[in-house]
């Protein structure tokens, strides 16, 4: 079957469609989640040509499907660039303007061949790594003095991903924010002491962080909540740095 052949996302989003036997409703629903996956990992919003143009462009792409360090390299980038467009110009657009009646057959080569190109994109990397943010958050040089390098660090967060990456920010206060070979003698006595170049950084980063999340406030405000049955250290430095803001007022109460 299909379903133990494609990779568990591409399958619901085509289901649906697929065991309902309208396989050009399928293919188009497949080419869909393939953009979705394309403006995610490339933090653009376009569509079609000029979607995966600027995703997979040769001198500034957002995705990279390798080093791009050799002609070989450069070739399979350019190649899995034209292949996406021409699944657009010779499969999905003349769907979307015209009516077709697809097979089964149909469906099932154009599907599977979608599938093969999504492994490509999904092990290509990233213009953005959650991993590659947290560390230039707690970098020595973070540069403190300009209000600028903390907005352009958080501009390049994609918007799918700015919840995840604010939690992932959250979870990293233990591992990163102690200096462990150092004692602190002040409120936790004999604890690591406190790595106030990464305290400093946060006092920046959160705040603009949240202001990007806005309505989302509510939602990780409950799953932060949700930490204080298990209170430990790193959940209270968070709270410390949440305090100063007016719209978490309401988070000491918890404490």
């Known amino acids: 079957m299909i379903k133990n052949i494609l990779k568990d996302e591409l399958w619901n989003a085509i289901k649906s469609s697929y065991e ?8 188009l629903n497949a080419i869909s989640y393939v953009r979705d996956v394309i403006r995610e990992k490339s933090n653009l919003e376009l569509d079609g040509i000029d979607l995966i143009n600027q995703a997979f462009s040769e001198k500034n792409p957002k995705i990279k ?3 791009l360090q050799t002609k070989n390299e450069k070739n399979i980038q350019k190649g899995l660039r034209e292949l996406l467009i021409g699944i657009y110009t010779h499969i999905r657009n003349p769907r979307s303007h015209d009516t077709y009646k697809d097979t089964k057959e149909d469906a099932l080569a154009i599907i599977l061949f ?8 999904d092990s290509s990397k990233s213009f ?10 707690y970098d020595k040089y973070f540069y403190h003095e300009k ?5 352009l660090l958080i501009k390049d967060i994609p918007n799918r991903q700015l919840e995840n990456t604010f939690y992932t920010l959250y979870q990293s206060i233990s591992n990163n924010l102690y200096n462990k ?3 602190s003698y002040g409120y936790y006595n004999n604890e690591p002491e406190i790595n106030q170049n990464g305290m400093d950084s946060l006092k920046l980063i959160i705040p603009i962080l949240l202001n990007k999340l806005k ?3 509510e939602s990780i405000f409950e799953k932060i909540s949700n930490d204080l049955m298990k209170l430990t250290k790193d959940t209270e430095l968070f709270f410390k740095l949440m305090i100063f ?8 109460r918890v404490l």
């Open 128 to 137: 953005f790594s959650i991993d590659n943010f947290i560390n230039q958050v």
């Open 65 to 67: 499907v390798n080093k």
């Open 181 to 183: 070979d150092k004692k």
């Open 20 to 27: 309902s036997e309208d396989y050009t409703i399928a293919i």
């Open 114 to 121: 979608i599938n093969y190109l999504l492994k490509t994109i």
């Open 215 to 217: 309505n989302k406030n």
């Open 147 to 151: 209000e600028e390098y903390p907005q």
């Open 245 to 252: 803001l007016p719209n978490w007022n309401n988070l000491s």
